[in-house]
């Protein structure tokens, strides 16, 4: 009932900018209670949460991404957006957006039924 797409990776050096992009197509009833957000995968190792953006406004982010990354949504959320500052190596890894019907989800990949196929974001040092 829904397909995610993201966009907006590609390769930037320490220190650098990236913003990503995802769009949710949905058929089907909906539900106006929703989570929206980000993971992270480096090849070998597990998927690691990001940021998430619930319908009512509340958003959560990583230890490691608090202070850089801003996430934030539009047209009730069919559109999720995720802005990197100061990108740093360990920032590297493929971003998956991610939709589950519920609020306070928390950072179990586990715990979001929806999946994109990535986006992969190369940081160079």
């Known amino acids: 009932q829904v397909q995610l797409t993201e966009s907006g990776g590609g390769l930037v050096q320490v220190g650098g900018s990236l913003r990503l992009s995802c769009v949710a197509s949905?058929?089907?009833?909906?539900?106006?209670?929703?989570?929206m957000g980000w993971f992270r995968q480096v090849p070998g190792k597990e998927r690691t949460f990001v940021a998430s953006v619930e319908s009512g406004g509340r958003t959560k982010y990583a230890d490691s991404v608090q202070g850089r990354f801003t996430i934030s949504g539009d047209n009730a959320q069919k559109m999720v957006y995720l802005q990197m500052n100061g990108l740093q190596p360990d920032d590297t890894g493929v971003y998956y957006c991610?939709?589950?019907?519920?609020?306070?989800?928390?950072?179990?990949?586990?715990?979001?039924?929806?999946w994109g196929q990535g986006t992969q974001v190369t940081v160079s040092s």
């Open positions: 949905e058929s089907g009833w909906t539900y106006s209670r929703y989570t």
């Open positions: 991610v939709k589950d019907f519920n609020w306070r989800v928390g950072s179990n990949p586990g715990n979001f039924e929806h």
